[in-house]
């Protein structure tokens, strides 16, 4: 669905993207991971046809950004990471000037607005100055803007910035409401443990070039060579330390006496870890807790970048 070859950007001197390559499937939830100024909303813009590619080419269904910006702007929803001023504006007034400028016909704007209005949670908002709306809502504004024309591919720079953690889980809702609806969605993002439980892909953009991309366990798999496992004991927590200290597979033991905690690495397969859960599972020590420690996002992140500012 969407696809960058060879994407360079340079401003003066500066490469912002340096050939970037990129692919995103049909129905695919995409994750662009990168920090401050690695180019994310750079490479968003030249897929949503605002900005000009310096060399290289991209293609957003079959059409390319350079030669039919039209046919994408048409099926395709971009946010962008700020929000404008629209004072003096209610919210119904804002969505129908977005409706006028995406030129859908009259007769179907009331309809395109109530639908994305409802979507976002906004039908009791209708009549608001949006000035009067709180950070979430104006997000969730900037999206139904985003929405009214039923764009097939949704390019969403940072949604979820500033909002409260409720705002947070909300708007994700609201993007695996659209993941179900069969869109096509590139949504960026900082705050990375979010884009794991929705995203089946991601891609990390550090300095202008993708260092990673892929599905997410994969990424994860590859990354993560031991497993992580944090075991929970009503009693006799030490002595169970101890057998766990000479076990073959286990290294970075780590105790916490007074939760009755252990944390360690396993570097056996599951069948070994499966006989350590079993020895565990001795009434002796009143095994409560057993499970592997998921890699989130946010240390993946880390891994994979080397932090390099400019
Ligand atoms: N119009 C411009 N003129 C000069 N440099 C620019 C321009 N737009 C972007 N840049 C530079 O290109 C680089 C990439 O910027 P971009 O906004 O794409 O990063 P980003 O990954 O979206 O960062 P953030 O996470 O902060 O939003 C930055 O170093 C930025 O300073
Ligand atoms: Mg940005």
């Not at 909303?41 to 000009?52: A, K, Q, V």
């Not at 993007?175 to 991601?202: A, V, W």
């Not at 798999?221 to 030490?238: C, G, M, P, Y």
């Not at 056996?268 to 002796?284: I, K, N």
Request: hydrophobic share 40%; proline share 4%; with cysteine.
């Amino acid at each position: 669905m969407i696809q960058c070859r060879g994407i360079t950007k340079v401003y003066g001197d500066f490469v912002a993207l340096d050939s970037l390559d990129l692919e995103i499937e049909k129905g695919d939830t995409f994750g662009f991971i990168g920090p401050n100024g690695a180019g994310k909303t750079t490479t968003m813009r030249i897929l949503s046809t605002l900005l000009e590619p310096s060399s290289g080419t991209a293609t957003v269904g079959e059409y390319s950004v350079l030669e039919h910006p039209e046919e994408i702007r048409k099926l395709l929803g971009y946010m962008p990471d700020k929000f404008g001023v629209y004072d003096g504006m209610k919210v119904w007034e804002y969505l129908d000037f977005f409706a006028g400028a995406y030129r859908l016909p009259k007769a179907s704007r009331p309809q395109a607005i109530a639908d994305v209005l409802e979507l976002t949670e906004l039908s009791q908002k209708r009549e608001f100055f949006v000035e009067a709306l709180s950070t979430g809502m104006r997000q969730r504004l900037c999206l139904a803007k985003t929405l009214l024309h039923d764009p097939q591919v949704l390019i969403l720079d940072e949604p979820a910035s500033g909002l409260d953690p409720r705002a947070r889980i909300e708007m994700r809702e609201l993007l695996k409401e659209l993941t179900r609806m069969g869109k096509t969605i590139m949504i960026s993002s900082h705050i990375l443990p979010e884009l794991s439980d929705f995203c089946n892909r991601i891609g990390v953009l550090e300095a202008g070039k993708l260092i990673t991309a892929g599905k997410v366990d994969d990424i994860m798999a590859t990354l993560q060579s031991d497993r992580r496992i944090t075991v929970k004991l009503l009693r006799e927590v030490e002595k169970a330390a101890e057998w766990l200290q000479n076990h073959e597979h286990v290294s970075d033991l780590d105790v916490e006496p007074q939760k009755s905690i252990l944390r360690f690495a396993f570097s056996g397969e599951l069948d070994d870890l499966a006989l350590v859960s079993q020895s565990l599972a001795d009434p002796t020590y009143g095994l409560i807790g057993f499970e592997e420690d998921k890699t989130d996002l946010e240390d993946l992140f880390l891994k994979v970048t080397e932090g390099i500012v400019r």
